[in-house]
């Protein structure tokens, strides 16, 4: 089984940084792209970004193109996701996604691991 813990939420102000990161652990496990994915009260998940394994193919949800970027260090089983110029409404619980095995890269439910989430807040 694998573990996926995400870290690096929290509250801040419109138009400041924060780096979520996701670390796995447990057996190791091929090499999966690597997702974040969020949902915002009262609202429906959203897909975030997508890395392949080697990070050389990435996708972006288009509302945080240009201000998010998704990274990953393979040594350290460790996806990143660092968001820049954060607006309100980004404000969600982030989720990291790990093994595509169904599906499109921004469909939920084809990705076999899932984190707890981490609590972003952007306050305006």
């Known amino acids: 089984q694998v573990q996926l813990v995400e870290s690096g939420g929290g509250t801040v102000q419109a138009g400041d940084s924060l780096r979520l990161s996701c670390s796995a652990s447990?057996?190791?496990?091929?090499?999966?792209?690597m997702a974040w994915f969020r949902q915002a009260p009262g609202k429906e998940g959203e897909f975030v970004a997508v890395?392949?394994?080697?990070?050389?193919?990435?996708y972006y949800t288009e509302s945080v193109k240009g201000r998010f970027t998704i990274s990953r260090d393979n040594a350290k089983n460790t996806v990143y996701l660092q968001m820049n110029s954060l607006k309100p409404e980004d404000t969600a619980v982030y989720y990291c996604?790990?093994?595509?095995?169904?599906?499109?890269?921004?469909?939920?439910?084809?990705?076999?691991?899932w984190g707890q989430g981490t609590q972003v807040t952007v306050s305006s």
């Open positions: 890395s392949s394994w080697a990070g050389d193919t990435t």
């Open positions: 996604a790990a093994e595509l095995r169904s599906g499109n890269y921004y469909n939920a439910p084809g990705y076999h691991y």
């Open positions: 447990g057996r190791t496990f091929g090499r999966p792209s």
